[in-house]
């Protein structure tokens, strides 16, 4: 072979082996049952805002005697397993035989909210044989609000599989993405307070620090604008006592002044009586 071939099949092979694990990192997820079209804006914001938890993975064991002790594991919006391509988001692991039971896959996805919690289902999981006639298992899983906490609490409340029909595995765990966005308890007034509160400080501590720093002002004058200011106190003194002012302006003292002219209008017989006589 000569090298410009073997150049060629190396390259070949880098690439089919990029492509592949391309594909292997990119994981499905969840797939609301019916046509792609038919999912509604609030199935998509519901599993947009389970995305915080598709990273995760949560694991309960159960132990009821020495025949039934099994493993759950979940995950949210993701596959358990990846490799195996059985789009399991809820598989169940016997921990004596090691056999593995997918209880709901992602690929068959019904999702509900209320007020503070989500409710995913998985169905489509394997048949369950002798119980429920033999229909396809399915996993429900209620995630209920708890704010602080992005999720905890993963456990198994109980597996209905004593009727004919509709039988499923029920699930519980806590989330803040369950929980309803938080009003603000600020009115627009206290807002616009805080803003122009704001403002205020920045425009006092820049301005300072600018009249200081750069200008080198001393004393009163690191006051921003100080002669604006002070011209502005000045007129605002003159406009209350213009309006604020009860008596007018040419009305005569209350009081007798000890000035010059005041005491000119003194009579000249008032120190007559201290004379002797």
Known sequence: MSPSCHTSALLLVFVALAVAGAEQSEERSCDVVGDESSESQMERALLKKLEPLSHMRFNVTVEKGKTENYIYHFRVCREVNSTSHDFGGLVQTDKHSGKT???GRINETQVFNGSDWIMLIYKGGDSYGRHCSGEKRRAVIMISCKRGVTASSFSIISEEREKEQECFYLFEMDSSVACPAENSHLSVGSI??????????VYIVGGFLYQRLVVGAKGMEQIP???????????????CDFVCRSKPRNAPAA??????????EESEERD??????
Not at 255 to 264: F, I, N, P
Not at 272 to 277: G, I, R, V, Y
Request: hydrophobic share 50%; glycine share 12%.
């Open 101 to 103: 039971t997918v209880i």
């Open 192 to 201: 616009l307070l805080i803003t122009f509160v704001s403002l205020i400080a």
């Open 225 to 239: 604008h100080f002669a604006f200011w002070q011209d502005l106190g000045n007129l605002v003194a003159d406009g």
């Open 255 to 264: 009081y007798r002044g000890v000035g010059d002219d005041q005491l000119g």
């Open 272 to 277: 007559d009586h201290l004379l002797p006589m």
